[in-house]
C-alpha cells in the first residue's frame, strides 16, 4: 500500500467516549481517520437497525487530531451502513469499532453494539475488528492497549482477512507489563443468569430493571474466557454465517416432507 | 411428555400483529401457551437487550383463546429474559417467535428481532423456531403456513434441538397449493445495498431515510434463498457460536506475539 490506508472508526459507547478517543489517537498514526459513530451510548444494541425513524448525522470537531468526524444519531450498524453509502469517498481498507468500555467476549458478542458495527463493515467486505477493555467504567485505562491495538490493526492491514470473517479483540484490565500476550481463541460457551430488580414507580406501577450474573459454562482452555483469565488478551475470529452446518445432515432425517 | 407442553411465544412486530396471533392460535392446539411479546414494533432490532432505561410488562387480555399473555416495552430478547427469570413458573419446552411480516433469510437473521428472541432461548438451553413469512405488509395472509408451522414445532417438540442450535424458518409468500415442501438449507450469502434518502427537515436540517435493495451474492442450489425461490419453505439451522474454527490455525501463522 503506496498512500496512507483510509480507517473507518466507529464505537457503541457515543463518540465522545474515551474508548473511541484512544481508538482515534492511535488510527491516527498508521493511515488516514473518518471516525462515524453514535452522538449517544448505544450499548447492548446487538444489530439493531434504525427502520421506522429518520437518521441525523453531523461534521463535529471534538479534539484537534487529524481525523474527520461524524456523529451519527442510530445504531452503530447504522453509523457503518450511513459512512460506506454516503459519508465517505471510497470503502475504507479497514474499520475498527471500539474501544469498548467493558467485555464482549464469548456470549457479549451477541449483545454487542460495538461488534455488531465490525460485522456490519465484515458484511460490506471490509477487514474488521471489534477492541473492547475488561472495564466497563468511563475513566478506564486504555494505556495498556494501545500497542496491541496497533500492533493488530496492522497485522489485518498487512494480512487481509477472508471475507466473512472479523475479529473479535477483548483486553485484559490489568497493567501493561501484566499482559503475557495475544491468545487466538474460540468463543467460549458461557451466558448471563439475569436477576430482574421490581420496583414501583412513583405512580405505582411495576417495572423492572435488568440486571445479572455472567456465568461461564466452558472448561476449555482454547476460549476467550480463559485466555482473558490468564491475562492474555482474546482475538476470536468471528462470522455471520450463522448456519450450524453440522447438523444439516441430521435434520434431513426428520422427514419433515412425509 | 405426559402432560402438555409450556410454549413461550414472542415476536418483533408487537402483541397485536396478525402474525404473533396466527401463530398464538396454532400454538394452542399443541399445548399450554404464555405469550410475552413487545407492546410495539422492534423489527431491526437485532439482539438489542435494554440496559440503560426501565422494563414494563403488564399482563393483557386480546382475545378470547386459553393462552396467558404478557406485553413487555423492551425488545424481543428483552421479553425473552423477562417470561424465563420472572413471569413463567418453569423452564418453558420451546419457544417459537414470529411469525414476522417479512423474511428473515440469509443476512436478514443478523437483524431480526424475531430471530434474536429465538436465539436468546436458544441460549438458554430452550429449544426454539422463528417463523418468517416473505410479506411484510400487516394484511399478510398466514392461512398457508399454519399447517407447517405446526408440524415443524411438533417435530422440534418430539426430536428436541441440540444445545445452541435454533431453527430460522422462512415461508414463501404464495398459496398453500404452490408450496412444494420443505428444504433444509444454509443461509445464502447476501446483503443489502442501502440507499439513503436525504432530506430536509422543516427546519432546515439534513436528514436520512435508510433504504436498500437485497442482493443475492450467493449461487448454490442449497441456500435458503434458493429454496424460497423455487417454492419451498426453508429451514436453516442457525447457532450463536459465532467463532469461525476454521480460521483460528490461519490466524496463529501471523505470530501476533512476536
Redesign the interface.
Known amino acids: 500500500m503506496t498512500e496512507k490506508p483510509l480507517i473507518l472508526v466507529t464505537n457503541d459507547d457515543g463518540i465522545s467516549a474515551p474508548g473511541i478517543r484512544t481508538l482515534i489517537s492511535i488510527m491516527n498514526t498508521i493511515g488516514n481517520v473518518v471516525v462515524v459513530a453514535p452522538d449517544s451510548?448505544q450499548?447492548?444494541?446487538?444489530?439493531?437497525?434504525?427502520?421506522?425513524s429518520?437518521?441525523?448525522?453531523?461534521r463535529v470537531y471534538i479534539d484537534d487530531g487529524p481525523q474527520i468526524e461524524y456523529s451519527c444519531s442510530g445504531t452503530p450498524?447504522?453509523c457503518v451502513?450511513?459512512a460506506?453509502?454516503?459519508l465517505l469517498d471510497r470503502k475504507p481498507d479497514i474499520c475498527v469499532s471500539g474501544i469498548n468500555h467493558g467485555s464482549n467476549s464469548s456470549?457479549n458478542?451477541?449483545?454487542s453494539g460495538t461488534m455488531?458495527a465490525a460485522?456490519e463493515a465484515g458484511?460490506?467486505g471490509i477487514p474488521a475488528i471489534g477492541f473492547s477493555l475488561l472495564d466497563y467504567t468511563w475513566n478506564a485505562n486504555f494505556e495498556p492497549s494501545e500497542t496491541y491495538v496497533k500492533?493488530?490493526t496492522e497485522?489485518v492491514l498487512n494480512?487481509g482477512l477472508?471475507n466473512?470473517?472479523i475479529l473479535?479483540v477483548n483486553i485484559p484490565n490489568i497493567l501493561k507489563k501484566a499482559i503475557k500476550?495475544?491468545k487466538?481463541?474460540?468463543?467460549a460457551?458461557a451466558?448471563w443468569?439475569?436477576?430482574?430488580d421490581?420496583?414501583k414507580s412513583p405512580q405505582g406501577?411495576?417495572?423492572?430493571?435488568?440486571t445479572g450474573k455472567f456465568v461461564n459454562l466452558d472448561g476449555g482452555e482454547d476460549t476467550d474466557e480463559w485466555a482473558l483469565e490468564q491475562d492474555y488478551i482474546s482475538?476470536?475470529?468471528?462470522?455471520?454465517?450463522?448456519?450450524?452446518?453440522q447438523?444439516?445432515k441430521n435434520?434431513?432425517t426428520?422427514n419433515?416432507?412425509d
Chains 1, 2 share one sequence.
Request: with cysteine.
Open positions: 451510548p450499548s447492548g444494541m446487538g444489530h439493531a437497525i434504525t427502520l421506522d429518520t437518521l441525523y448525522s453531523e450498524a447504522d451502513k450511513l460506506i453509502r454516503e456470549i458478542v451477541i449483545y455488531s460485522i458484511i460490506e500492533k493488530i497485522q494480512n477472508p466473512g470473517i473479535n500476550g495475544i487466538i481463541c474460540r468463543q460457551k451466558n443468569v439475569e436477576e430482574f421490581k420496583r406501577k411495576d417495572y423492572y430493571w435488568l482475538v476470536v475470529p468471528t462470522q455471520f454465517d450463522l448456519t450450524a452446518h447438523f444439516i435434520l434431513n426428520w419433515l416432507n
